[in-house]
């Protein structure tokens, strides 16, 4: 589900192929439709509904539609759900209760998604969960250094069955990625530019077996998007 966009929102392959999606789902990443995340796990997908004014509904519905997925829809009015705000690891979901993000809009993703764990966390400050971490591979989670990401990251640790490391980056949106695992390229990241931000462009360097692609959001975070913002990740064949 997630997913998280290439679309550049994301798609959630299993864990070992891929951070952030499950075998035959997408996550979907999007802000609100015309930029955001949807998510997706063996073939259905989950249509947020954002809290602010959806755009292109119909349009992303036509195309989801087309890659014979089948959709979720949230009817319910008082039900918000933020791409930004669900964070697939591969084995389970966390969901950012925020300004964009409510409980109700966490259960009805949780019904969707009865095979795996979801699981909230508040969202104190800022835009919403992805505003400060993302998946960066299977079982590591990109979090920036602020008290906020770190209390956030100890929360979800705490929840958590599972082990995840972690690379920590001293800016709190630098953490905001895009990961793959491309066939015959291995793990692949985009990520922020040194010119945004030189220390935590640096971090990414501490991923040796990484294709690491600077992507800069300078323009996109004018109007609070993000790199997971603006792609959606689709696990297809290459003939797709």
Known sequence: MQPWFA?????LPDPEHRAGGTRGKIAVG??????????????DCEMPRPNYKVRKTVAMKSALKEMDLNI????????????GDVLFTGLEFFVGLSKRT???????????????VVSTVPVLEGLHLKSFCSMGGPGLIIIGSSELAQKTLKIM???????YDKLTVPDDIAANCIYMNLP????VLLHCTPEEFPESSKAFEKLKDYILIPVSNMEKGKVDGA??????????????
């Open 7 to 11: 679309v550049t929102p994301r798609s």
């Open 30 to 43: 999007s802000e609100g439709w015309s930029c955001g995340e949807y998510v997706e796990t063996q073939r």
């Open 72 to 83: 979720v829809e949230m009817t319910d009015d008082n039900a918000t759900l933020d791409g």
């Open 102 to 116: 409510n409980q109700k809009g966490a259960d009805i993703l949780a019904d969707a998604f009865k095979d795996y």
């Open 157 to 163: 640790q705490q929840m958590s069955d599972h082990r």
């Open 184 to 187: 015959d390229k291995g793990h």
């Open 227 to 240: 790199l997971t913002c603006c792609s959606v990740l689709i696990n297809k064949k290459a003939h797709v």
